[in-house]
């Protein structure tokens, strides 16, 4: 088990340092370069994230003496991946000086605070849009719960009806042996008589 552990460990080194990479680059690229750039990141957020899921379950299944270790390494691998999203967001909607000055012309100084306004409107509607990402995917993974709940019951109820039919048979040759049993006996004592 900790093995798959350590095996998702480094995949997450991996990835999440060319995110890093990547996220660096964001701000300086613009147009269709830059969008193909923040969708290739976002799919590999996507994939660090599955990770972590696939590293929390594998951490349920570890021993309990050594869960704790794993369980610490997993909270900052967290930590991580909330600050490369964070770093993610910024990088999305910041340019580099020259993508800027190409943007705003020479005269910078007043329209700097219309874009500082703009970032943070940006920002936070990004914010907003990746908690409602979130919620979905928490009510998705609920609603699938609940289906292999539902599944799990149906299967307990099934099971249950096959024994109560199973008891009742058994009861059925319960009182005919038991009724053979009298008749035995009547003509045993019967026969005695004789």
């Not at 409602?132 to 993974?141: I, N, V």
């Amino acid at each position: 088990m900790s093995s798959d552990f350590e095996a998702y460990e480094q995949d997450f080194g991996t990835i999440t340092a060319e995110v890093t990479n990547k996220i660096g680059r964001i701000p300086k690229l613009s147009g269709e370069e830059k969008t193909q750039l923040v969708l290739n990141v976002d799919k590999q957020l996507e994939e660090v994230r599955e990770l972590l899921e696939q590293m929390d379950l594998e951490v349920r299944e570890i021993p309990i003496q050594s869960r704790p270790m794993y369980s610490s390494r997993l909270k900052s691998y967290k930590g991580e991946i909330e600050k490369l999203e964070k770093d993610f967001k910024r990088s999305r909607i910041a340019y580099s000086d020259e993508v800027r000055n190409d943007l705003l012309g020479d005269d910078a100084g007043s329209s700097e605070n219309q874009l500082i306004k703009l970032r943070e409107e940006r920002a936070h509607l990004l914010d907003n849009t990746e908690k409602l990402e979130r919620s979905s995917r928490r009510l998705e993974a609920g609603y699938q719960i609940a289906v292999e709940t539902e599944q799990v019951g149906q299967e307990i109820l099934s099971n249950l009806h096959s024994d109560r039919e199973k008891i009742q048979k058994a009861r059925e040759r319960l009182r005919e042996t038991d009724a053979n049993l009298g008749k035995s006996s009547r003509i045993l004592t019967g026969m005695l008589r004789r």
